[in-house]
């Protein structure tokens, strides 16, 4: 299993209060992509990132902001959560070295809860 | 730009019978294509995936696609389920001249329910 750990797990919060969401990786991998899963809409990219202090926006970026200071770190950000943002988040890797294809490791989720 | 649409939100089936999960997708590219499973409360894995080659792929637990590019197809199958196989199923497709560098598409997946 790829080495991706996401924190925390789970997490209720109310309406207007930020919120921070890690990914820590263990596998050196230059990408790092963070998504957001919802029933009837499968899997939207929010942001992603190809390198230290790079990234760059997803389909679903409006309300969420990333940083990257570490290879191994990539973190999202509610800065003002709203209930529309009551999601499970899942954290991906991968490595473009060589041919890349595109396959992603994904973490084990974060849900987070709104109210 | 892509987009990948599987027909059916929810099949149900009995253990033991045959299963299809279509998936179609939409590009102005060539894709590198992929079939990931969700089983309850965890991440999602990788089932197989088409990168080049034989259009038909195969994973170790008994599930194979078939890339048929005229149709745009990447339809999942399974000669016989089991019980073990209840679980969400995600088609996704990259762009191959991006390298996969800007994430997968995803379709909105199919919830496959296997009954006794």
């Known amino acids: 299993d790829a080495g991706i750990t996401q924190s925390p797990r789970h997490k209720v919060t109310e309406t207007g209060t930020p919120v921070t969401l890690r990914c820590h990786q263990t596998?050196?991998?230059?990408?790092m992509y963070w998504y957001r899963q919802d029933p009837g809409h499968g899997l939207r990219l929010i942001h992603y990132?190809?390198?230290?202090?790079?990234?760059d926006k997803g389909e679903v970026s409006d309300g969420y902001s990333v940083s990257r200071s570490k290879t191994e770190d990539f973190l999202l950000t509610l800065e003002s959560a709203t209930s529309s943002q009551t999601s499970v988040y899942f954290c991906?890797?991968?490595?473009?070295?060589?041919?890349?294809?595109?396959?992603?490791?994904f973490g084990e989720g974060s849900r987070l809860t709104v109210l | 730009a892509q987009s990948v649409t599987q027909l059916d939100s929810q099949v149900p089936v009995f253990e033991e019978a045959p299963v299809e999960l279509r998936c179609n997708y939409s590009?102005?590219?060539?894709?590198?294509l992929f079939w990931y499973v969700q089983y309850p409360n965890q991440g999602l894995q990788l089932l197989l995936k088409?990168?080049?080659?034989?259009?038909l792929v195969k994973s170790i637990n008994g599930f194979e696609a078939e890339f048929n590019k005229s149709q745009t197809s990447f339809h999942l199958r399974k000669p016989s389920v089991h019980i073990s196989d209840t679980a969400e199923y995600f088609c996704?497709?990259?762009?191959?001249?991006?390298?996969?560098?800007?994430?997968?598409?995803f379709g909105k997946g199919t919830h496959l329910i296997i009954q006794p």
């Open positions: 590009s102005s590219v060539s894709v590198y």
């Open positions: 088409y990168l080049s080659g034989s259009t």
């Open positions: 996704a497709v990259s762009d191959k001249s991006g390298g996969g560098a800007d994430g997968l598409t």
């Open positions: 990132s190809y390198g230290v202090k790079d990234t």
């Open positions: 991906a890797i991968s490595d473009p070295g060589g041919k890349s294809t595109g396959e992603l490791f």
């Open positions: 596998e050196n991998h230059r990408y």
